[in-house]
């Protein structure tokens, strides 16, 4: 039976890390590249899979291709999973990973892909296959998509301005007047002012994930096990594609 994913289903509630210190940070990071490369590694494993079934969906049975969409979305069920761990300790790596290809940087939205792309791929993938009521829904969760990213988007704009205003720069807009030479700036209101910024981060990411998962689940509803199947495949094979082609203009 195919369930639908939950991004921080089980670690919604911010645990507060025993470290804050670089070497954590690093640690984290570090152990994080690692697992995204053995997750690549399933990650083929799962489109051999499903290029198999959906080349044979006449002779796969139904059950079967739920098995295969549950276990594909239990391993995106995983990055979520480590990628809500790391968060917790470093939210702001995960706007330009170490861990990606300069080509998978520059696709990043929010810390991740764009909702919008799962619906473009779905129609891309499926195409005629698609009913007329398929269709329409399809486009309800187009729309959704659209209004919640520029949302999202007017979010960050404002995010990145106040990463753009340091506690100095704040402090003089708050003062309305140049700041004396000898201006000291407050330790405990830095340190508030820094964690609240990350705090808000750590929000984005989250309020991003969710939006994609929404809409990734939205498509999924719509199609039928078989349509599932092909689509899984595309979303699949084009992750992996961005990767090599990635690693091939790094190298």
Excluded at 112 to 134: A, H, N, R, Y
Excluded at 215 to 239: C, D, S, W, Y
Aim: aromatic share 8%; glycine share 6%.
């Amino acid at each position: 039976m195919w369930v639908p994913m939950n991004p921080y289903g089980f670690s919604r509630t911010r645990n507060t890390p025993t470290t804050t210190s670089d070497d954590s940070e690093i640690s984290s990071s570090f152990a994080f590249g690692s697992f995204f490369e053995d997750w690549l590694v399933r990650q083929e494993h799962y489109l051999y899979e499903l290029q198999s079934a959906a080349k044979n969906l006449h002779v796969t049975g139904k059950q079967d291709l739920e098995d295969l969409t549950d276990r594909v979305l239990s391993h995106y069920q995983q990055y979520y999973d480590e990628k809500s761990r790391i968060m917790q300790t470093d939210v702001s790596i995960l706007f330009s990973p170490p861990w990606l290809t300069r080509l998978e940087r520059a696709h990043l939205w929010v810390a991740g892909f764009k909702p919008g792309l799962v619906v473009e791929l779905s129609l891309g993938s499926l195409g005629g296959e698609l009913t007329q009521d398929q269709a329409r829904r399809m486009e309800e969760v187009r729309i959704t998509a659209r209004m919640r990213e520029k949302e999202l988007d007017n979010e960050m704009a404002q995010l990145q301005e106040s990463l753009a205003c340091p506690p100095l720069l704040g402090a003089a807009r708050k003062r309305g007047k140049p700041l004396p030479l000898n201006w000291k700036v407050n330790e405990e209101e830095a340190a508030a002012a820094t964690g609240a910024m990350r705090a808000r981060m750590e929000e984005a990411v989250v309020q991003a994930d969710l939006l994609r998962v929404r809409i990734a689940l939205g498509v999924m509803e719509i199609l039928n096990p078989g349509q599932r199947v092909k689509f899984l495949t595309a979303v699949t094979q084009l992750l992996l594609r961005l990767r090599t082609c990635g690693l091939q203009r790094d190298a």
